[in-house]
């Protein structure tokens, strides 16, 4: 099983639409969660760190369910400036080894059309 | 505009050149790192550096070689690569060795021929 997997997509949605990502990862020990953005040939930014509890920022809300060891992103009122590629992206925290590197998933398309 | 500048932002190499990509962070962080993003593939994390000590080293081919003079520098040295090393270079960085939050360069696409 893969560390961190995604479908790949692509989505492709009108302006206005509610879309939402999906995302699974295989080591239960993992920490800290995140969706990072990627726009085309541009480097990785931050979008938001997902909590236990589910956070939102405007129109994202971010969904952790540790149990199923799920991650999800969902979009509402999509924008043309949405169109990139979402990466979800695991960390496992703690303080030896490999602990605390980022694993990233492939990344899920975006396409956001007029 | 981003706090952390890599140079160059493209480059193109043949199998037998010696090259050198360059990362330089402004941010005051303490951590850097490469990563390789090839496509249709995750990123893939290179190397570590915390406080100027090279902490991890990925399993990556001896053709690459890092170098971290400083907190804010982090070079790849590249020589004798394979045209499978072409690839989208990330060079982050990071508070520290474990915050979560990792800044990223604008990246140096490679191409080897």
């Known amino acids: 099983r893969k560390e961190v997997e995604q479908d790949p997509g692509p989505f492709n949605v009108p302006e206005g639409a509610t879309v939402a990502f999906n995302c699974t990862y295989s080591?239960?020990?993992?920490?800290?969660f995140f969706w990072y953005r990627q726009d085309c040939r541009k480097e990785p930014k931050l979008l938001m760190s997902?909590?236990?509890s589910g956070n939102e920022d405007g129109r994202f809300t971010a969904q952790l369910n540790r149990a199923s060891q799920y991650i999800s992103l969902l979009i509402r009122d999509s924008k043309l400036s949405d169109s990139a590629t979402y990466l979800c992206?695991?960390?496992?925290?703690?303080?030896?080894?490999?602990?605390?590197?980022?694993?990233f998933g492939k990344g899920t398309k975006l396409s956001v059309k007029p | 505009e981003t706090g952390v500048t890599q140079t160059p932002r493209h480059l193109v190499m043949g199998m037998t050149n010696k090259k050198s990509l360059k990362c330089e962070q402004h941010?005051?962080?303490?951590?850097m790192y490469w990563y390789k993003q090839s496509a249709k593939k995750p990123l893939e994390l290179m190397f570590v550096?915390?406080?100027?000590?090279?902490?991890e080293n990925n399993s990556v081919p001896s053709r690459f070689s890092p170098e971290c003079p400083n907190s804010s520098h982090l070079f790849l040295h590249l020589h004798t690569l394979q045209p499978e090393d072409s690839a989208l270079y990330l060079c982050?960085?990071?508070?520290?060795?474990?915050?979560?939050?990792?800044?990223f360069g604008p990246g140096t696409r490679l191409t080897v021929t």
């Open positions: 982050a960085s990071s508070q520290a060795r474990f915050s979560y939050e990792q800044y």
């Open positions: 080591n239960s020990a993992s920490q800290s």
């Open positions: 997902v909590y236990s």
């Open positions: 992206v695991v960390n496992m925290g703690g303080y030896g080894g490999s602990q605390g590197n980022l694993i």
């Open positions: 941010l005051g962080h303490n951590a």
């Open positions: 550096y915390s406080l100027e000590e090279r902490v």
